[in-house]
């Protein structure tokens, strides 16, 4: 070979990442602070699986999204199943037959959720018994401000929702951690996984006493007080409740160049609001678009309202008779086994601190745009959603066509670890499935880190996908 077609050939290589700085317009540059701007309120205003799903319902209404079927041309319907699932659909130009675009993302995050009989005193001071939800490092929870999010079912029937933490002037609360000078025996010479019991996660919540020093229980009854005389709560009503400790605060810029943003729940809500907002921002597509909102992935998608759940077979059957057709059980199957779909969730970026732990090769990379990921699952790929080469291919052509920075990534070396998302659970329907979604740092801790040109080149690969 000459040289000259060495050099040739050395350019078909894909050895070159782009980031996605180097390529976006400054147009776009502006768009993606832009962009973050919307997306860090709507991660404030949405820290938990039920207020997730009540902002975009909202979000949905106020974009001619309703729940009346068949009252809008065209066809926009969002509907909402038990306030912690959603649906978003619009009707494209082609025969619903032919399959639809679908995008499914999930709502909960890790949290500390308070236990049915969580109050009680010990050494005069108040506190509630947490239970963690989802795979959290539980040290992370230590020793910083935590706010209660959530809903309590009073004994009336009545409904309450509660969110202490997040104003300037409401109390926080936190779980304590043992002063380093004594912490030997009982952490610092223990396996971390054993030097933190989900047991000792105990939530203060108090420290002043009711009554005088004859009333038994004083402090638990002092917070009882609390409770009764500001909500009109009593005791057993806290377990017909679903209060989840969250970490309060806001999302923030991080850096000095302000591009990356750190918060709490990237995982998944960057792709809930960009699935969200591609939806929202779409005119008349070729195909039938749905984005889908579900709840419990963090625990194996279990449930009525995660995605093992039959709710995307109803939203069709709703979509079939938006169109004036009988939603006959072959024609919603034939119509899942034509769809194509986005898994849209996040995946773990390089750490620059523990690189030996990802293949440098096959690692997504904060900063490189969306990255696909093929399969999920650990080992020899156990448990994993591989997706089809054609499909991979489909989706490659179709993200460099419309100049959507892209990279892929895969969770770790091969004898690391592991993990999945919700793409196995839709497969069995036939539908060609694949692993869209930003890199993500510190992932699943209280403040997780994305880089702002990745969300908006998650929000662009999610839109051209809709619109394909
Ligand atoms: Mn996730
Ligand atoms: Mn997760």
């Known amino acids: 070979m000459k040289k000259q077609e060495i050099k040739k050939m050395s350019k078909k290589l894909f050895s070159k990442r782009r980031l996605v700085w180097d390529v976006m317009s400054e147009k776009e540059k502006a768009g993606v602070w832009e962009f973050d701007h919307q997306y860090k309120s709507f991660l404030d205003s949405a820290k938990t699986e039920r207020e997730a799903a009540a902002r975009i319902v909202e979000m949905a209404a106020k974009s001619g999204f309703s729940s009346d079927l068949g009252s809008t041309q065209p066809i926009r319907i969002v509907r909402s199943f038990l306030e912690k699932s959603v649906a978003l659909c619009l009707s494209g130009k082609r025969p619903l037959e032919e399959g639809i675009n679908l995008i499914i993302s999930h709502l909960d995050s890790p949290r500390l959720d308070l236990k049915q009989n969580p109050l009680y005193e010990d ?175 963090e625990v194996g998608s279990e449930g009525a309202t995660g995605a093992k759940s039959k709710f995307l077979e109803s939203v069709v059957a709703d979509l079939m008779t938006a169109h004036g057709k009988e939603p006959h059980y072959h024609e919603i199957q034939t119509i899942l086994m034509n769809s194509r779909a986005i898994s849209a969730d996040v995946n773990g970026a390089m750490d620059p601190d523990y690189q030996d732990v990802h293949e440098k090769r096959n690692a997504a990379r904060l900063g490189y745009g969306i990255c696909l990921t093929k399969f999920t699952g650990s080992g020899g790929k156990y448990g994993a959603s591989d997706a089809n080469a054609e499909y991979v291919g489909w989706i490659r052509n179709l993200f460099n066509q419309k100049k959507v920075v892209w990279q892929t990534g895969e969770l770790g070396k091969v004898d690391e670890g592991g993990g999945g998302t919700v793409a196995k659970f839709l497969a069995p329907y036939g539908m060609n499935i694949m692993d869209c979604g930003p890199a993500v740092l510190s992932m699943h801790s209280p403040f997780e880190i994305v880089h702002k040109g990745d969300i908006y080149m998650n929000y662009k690969g999610y839109k051209v996908f809709l619109e394909s």
């Open 123 to 297: 050494i005069d001071l108040s506190f509630m018994k947490t239970h963690y939800y989802g795979g959290l490092k539980k040290f992370q929870w230590l020793a910083r401000p935590l706010a209660i999010h959530g809903r309590v079912i009073r004994s009336d029937g009545s409904t309450l929702d509660i969110m202490v933490g997040e104003d300037e002037d409401d109390p926080v609360f936190t779980v304590a951690d043992i002063l380093p000078h004594l912490a030997r025996k009982v952490q610092t010479n223990k396996k971390v996984s054993e030097a933190f019991e989900g047991e000792k996660l105990n939530l203060m919540v108090g420290s002043l006493p009711f009554g005088n020093e004859d009333t038994k229980d004083r402090f638990k009854l002092a917070i009882l007080n609390i409770l009764n005389e500001q909500y009109g709560l009593i005791e057993e009503d806290l377990i017909s409740a679903e209060l989840e400790v969250v970490p309060a605060g806001r999302a923030r810029d991080v850096g000095w160049d302000r591009a990356l943003t750190g918060a709490y729940g990237h995982d998944d809500r960057s792709c809930v609001f960009t699935s969200l907002r591609a939806i929202m921002d779409l005119h008349r597509p070729q195909k039938t678009a749905l984005v889908l909102f579900v709840d419990k992935e």
